[in-house]
């Protein structure tokens, strides 16, 4: 369940690859809890896939942690890939343009 601000963030690992799911709204107010959980999984050399399926809002500051993740990716750290965007969060990626940049795969591990 989404904690107050909006949003929960879990991350798992498999032996390659780091998930981190966000669940809920993906705004300045859980900007912090995201950006925390994407750099904390890029320290390591897993693959890291953002699990996107279910956030029902995402703003230009949630673009912005999807962006400097794969600009960190690009700088050397773990790559990101995100996986099933939702509806809303699909519509902010190909309006701007974002969607042709971040990989994105159609299965998690396990």
């Given at each position: 369940?989404?904690?107050?601000?909006g949003v929960q963030v879990t991350?798992?690992?498999?032996?390659?690859?780091?998930?981190?799911?966000?669940?809920?709204?993906?705004?300045?107010?859980?900007?912090?809890?995201?950006?925390?959980?994407?750099?904390?999984?890029?320290?390591?050399?897993?693959?890291?896939?953002?699990?996107?399926?279910?956030?029902?809002?995402?703003?230009?500051?949630?673009?912005?942690?999807?962006?400097?993740?794969?600009?960190?990716s690009r700088e050397g750290a773990?790559?990101?890939?995100?996986?099933?965007?939702?509806?809303?969060?699909?519509?902010?990626?190909?309006?701007?343009?974002?969607?042709?940049?971040?990989?994105?795969?159609?299965?998690?591990?396990?």
């Open positions: 369940m989404p904690s107050p601000d991350t798992s690992s498999e032996a390659d690859v780091a998930v981190v799911t966000v669940i809920g709204v993906l705004d300045a107010a859980s900007l912090t809890d995201v950006s925390t959980a994407l750099t904390d999984a890029q320290r390591g050399s897993r693959r890291v896939i953002v699990d996107l399926s279910e956030v029902t809002f995402m703003d230009s500051r949630g673009l912005g942690a999807l962006l400097a993740a794969n600009e960190r773990a790559p990101i890939a995100v996986y099933k965007p939702s509806d809303p969060v699909r519509r902010l990626l190909e309006v701007s343009g974002v969607r042709r940049i971040l990989d994105e795969v159609e299965e998690l591990p396990g």
